[in-house]
């Protein structure tokens, strides 16, 4: 939808890593072609190992009832929940579940509602989305990225509430 990007110069090198070109805007803001962004990101992580799924959705965790570590995710074709068909989902076992869903942190919402044993992992709970304020949002960001449960990591738009 938006044919740029506004990237601020600390994450300079990820474009710069990635090839990715970028022009000055103002007071360490830079912008670059939003398309050339994202499938040169898309490209390295497919090259890098990465498996991409499309036209799918995460529906719910896999978790060791023993040890709470997140094992996988739990998942389903979008049509299907769209049509709210009844098939069964699939699970995709992982060494590691990474939640990069945005403001809802929808997996880890999900783990922490269906699994209250978890609940002194995070005693303040996922808050979600708040109105927005730009800078402290991307701030914060890189403050609650990281572990939530055993083999699980968040890197949401997360802003603890009070």
């Not at 005693?123 to 699980?152: I, N």
Request: a negative charge.
């Amino acid at each position: 939808m938006f044919p740029r990007i506004i990237v601020q110069q600390e994450a300079l090198f990820i474009l710069e890593e990635a090839g990715i070109r970028y022009h000055s805007y103002t007071n360490g803001l830079f912008t670059a072609n939003s398309v050339e962004a994202t499938s040169a990101l898309i490209h390295r992580s497919v090259h890098a190992g990465s498996r991409i799924f499309t036209n799918m959705f995460v529906e719910d965790a896999a978790v060791d009832p023993d040890t709470g570590a997140i094992q996988g995710v739990v998942v389903n074709w979008a049509p299907v929940n769209r049509q709210q068909m009844h098939v069964d989902p699939l699970v995709f076992t992982a060494r590691a579940v990474v939640d990069a869903t945005g403001h809802p942190a929808y997996i880890v919402q999900t783990v922490f509602s269906k699994n209250p044993q978890l609940s002194h992992l995070h005693p303040q709970g996922v808050p979600g989305e708040r109105s927005l304020a730009a800078q402290e949002g991307e701030r914060l960001t890189v403050v609650h990225t990281g572990k939530v449960a055993h083999q699980a990591f968040m890197c949401a738009v997360w802003l603890p509430m009070g």
